[in-house]
């Protein structure tokens, strides 16, 4: 079992946060641990719907099998680890998965991620901010009256 840390870091423009809920969808690119094969296409789970592992007593958020090797593999979100992106142009963690012969190898930022405009510009929620086609994301606080924005997402 090894816990991995998902890192985000982006420019945040005018927003004093950038984050993913537990409800939300979070998305992957994996490789099997074992024989090394990357999956070829992204995964996606939530951190709140679990499944029981078949032939345990234990449960996880996302399991699979290895299409080369055929291992199963699992991976289970650390609960109350989820933290909002508040810290604009640094490396920060977001989020603590635990792995079993699975390895988390890109978090991929899907549809759904949420963005909060800064208390003095209007304290405005954007949803559904797309990063995963395009890192960059811009908007209009209307209360605030002013530009936002989401520049240089890496993760």
Known sequence: MVKLEVQICAT?????????GAGDDWHFKTKCTHC????????????????KIEGSKGEANFIAKCKLCERPGSIEYVNNSIKPYTKSEQWQTIAVFECRNIEITEFVAGNEMKAQGSEND????????????????????????????VYEFKS
């Open 12 to 20: 945040l423009e005018n927003l004093t946060m950038l984050s993913l």
């Open 36 to 51: 090394n094969e990357n999956a070829e296409n992204v995964i996606y789970f939530n951190c709140v719907e679990k499944t």
């Open 122 to 149: 209007g304290d405005t929620i954007f949803d559904e901010i797309d990063l995963a086609n395009e890192p960059d994301w811009a908007g209009y606080d209307e209360k605030g009256d002013c530009a936002v924005g």
